[in-house]
């Protein structure tokens, strides 16, 4: 491999995946600002965007994976940093979707950032080095109606990090979660409608979609997610868990101190249900 001199001005290598727009785009460019030589990657061709080297990749193909792994270790002889940024929403009632569904966002949200850690891992064990940021999400603390498959894959995200980080430090390599709050991206561009509606589900799950419409309007910006990945990257000592904005912050603390049972009724009232 190539010595790669890490410092200030050059950060190293860093893969994020799914930064063809929103999130995923403001954090590599945020990346490339401070140093990183950074590539992209997204499920259809896509030009460089703003010193970002652009490659195809289809999260749930292994080799198409492995195949953007050693693409970058060919190209810049090392990996530094690895964004799990790739994913894909469902908004429904959890009955109406058929496992095939259930089964395919789990291989998206989940899976997909598995076979990029595995892909990575033997490149950051030889270096004795490496950071992986896995993108969470308040939905990965708390339970959210019409959500409940997102959430479900977000709170393994969780599980899956907080074990991996244990296995791989002795390795120099550390996992860390970022946990964004609702934020202000495309809406319709990475949700996947269900596949059996149910009609006894019809008006509360419209109910439900415009609400979050609602709140994605008032989201946080992407940047602010960008930037807390710019210091969960950088940290000399990483924290296990990063909160991106003010709404994710408030979430983690109403989780580890309000009774279960008051959380509960917060939920049910932010969520709109009458009781």
């Known amino acids: 491999m190539k010595v790669h001199d890490m410092t200030n001005t050059n950060k190293g290598v860093a893969i994020v995946t799914g930064a063809?727009?929103?999130?995923g785009l403001?954090?590599?460019?945020?990346?490339?600002?401070?140093?990183?030589q950074v590539f992209g990657t997204s499920r259809k061709p896509s030009e460089n965007l703003h010193g970002i080297t652009m490659l195809i990749c289809d999260v749930t193909d292994e080799a198409s994976v492995r195949r953007i792994i050693d693409e970058v270790v060919k190209q810049a002889g090392r990996i530094d940093l690895v964004v799990n940024n790739a994913g894909i929403g469902l908004l429904g009632g959890a009955e109406e979707s058929s496992i095939a569904q259930a089964?395919?966002?789990?291989?998206?949200?989940v899976f997909g950032v598995v076979r990029?850690?595995?892909?990575?891992?033997?490149?950051?064990?030889?270096?004795?080095?490496?950071?992986?940021?896995?993108?969470s999400s308040i939905l990965g603390l708390i339970p959210s109606p019409y959500n409940a498959f997102y959430a479900s894959t977000k709170h393994a995200i969780e599980g899956y990090s907080e074990s991996l980080d244990h296995e791989v430090r002795n390795f120099g390599i550390r996992v860390v979660l970022v946990e964004p709050g609702v934020t202000k991206t495309a809406f319709e561009e990475n949700l996947t409608r269900i596949d059996r509606p149910l009609s006894v589900y019809a008006a509360e799950r419209a109910r439900s979609e415009n609400l979050m419409r609602t709140w994605?309007?008032?989201?946080?910006?992407?940047?602010?997610?960008?930037?807390?990945v710019v210091t969960a990257a950088t940290a000399r000592t990483p924290k296990l868990r990063y909160s991106a904005g003010r709404q994710s912050s408030q979430v983690r603390s109403l989780r580890r101190f309000l009774p279960e049972g008051l959380i509960d009724r917060i939920l049910r009232r932010a969520s709109g249900f009458s009781h």
């Open 116 to 135: 990029v850690v595995n892909a990575v891992l033997p490149i950051m064990r030889n270096q004795k080095n490496g950071r992986i940021i896995n993108m």
């Open 20 to 23: 063809s727009s929103g999130i």
């Open 103 to 109: 089964q395919r966002i789990f291989d998206v949200n």
């Open 26 to 36: 403001v954090t590599a460019q945020a990346l490339v600002k401070v140093g990183y």
């Open 216 to 228: 994605i309007e008032k989201g946080d910006h992407p940047q602010t997610v960008a930037d807390v």
